[in-house]
Nanobody
Framework: QVQLVESGGGLMQPGGSLRLSCAASGRIFSIYVTGWYRQAPGKERELVATITSGDITNYVDSVKGRFTISRDNAKNTVYLQMNSLKPEDTAVYYC?????????WGQGTQVTVSS
């Protein structure tokens, strides 16, 4: 099993920045990709960014150039740095990890971008 705990969400004005953290515990050695997803009210959950165990990253077009996914192996933590935030970035952000045995989700953290 893998446990994921997100933190770092909150209220931010348009153009501001936030950094989300996803702390992993449990059977972390077998994780081969970690990602951030988001779900806005009335919409389906969508992929935002992923990072593989080989540090290959991928982003949805709407966040390219604004968001950066990274990880600190010593802290077993994956980050999502979000810059130039827009109101349409408002959503619950979820951390996700995949290993050979399954897919795991955190509880989510709310990000609200509003003036």
């Amino acid at each position: 099993q893998v446990q994921l705990v997100e933190s770092g969400g909150g209220l931010m004005q348009p153009g501001g920045s936030l950094r989300l953290s996803c702390a992993a515990s449990g059977r972390i050695f077998s994780i081969y990709v970690t990602g951030w997803y988001r779900q806005a009210p009335g919409k389906e959950r969508e992929l935002v960014a992923t990072i593989t165990s080989g540090d290959i990253t991928n982003y949805v077009d709407s966040v390219k150039g604004r968001f950066t996914i990274s990880r600190d192996n010593a802290k077993n933590t994956v980050y999502l740095q979000m810059n130039s935030l827009k109101p349409e970035d408002t959503a619950v952000y979820y951390c996700n990890a995949v290993d050979p045995y399954g897919r795991y989700w955190g509880q989510g953290t709310q990000v609200t971008v509003s003036s």
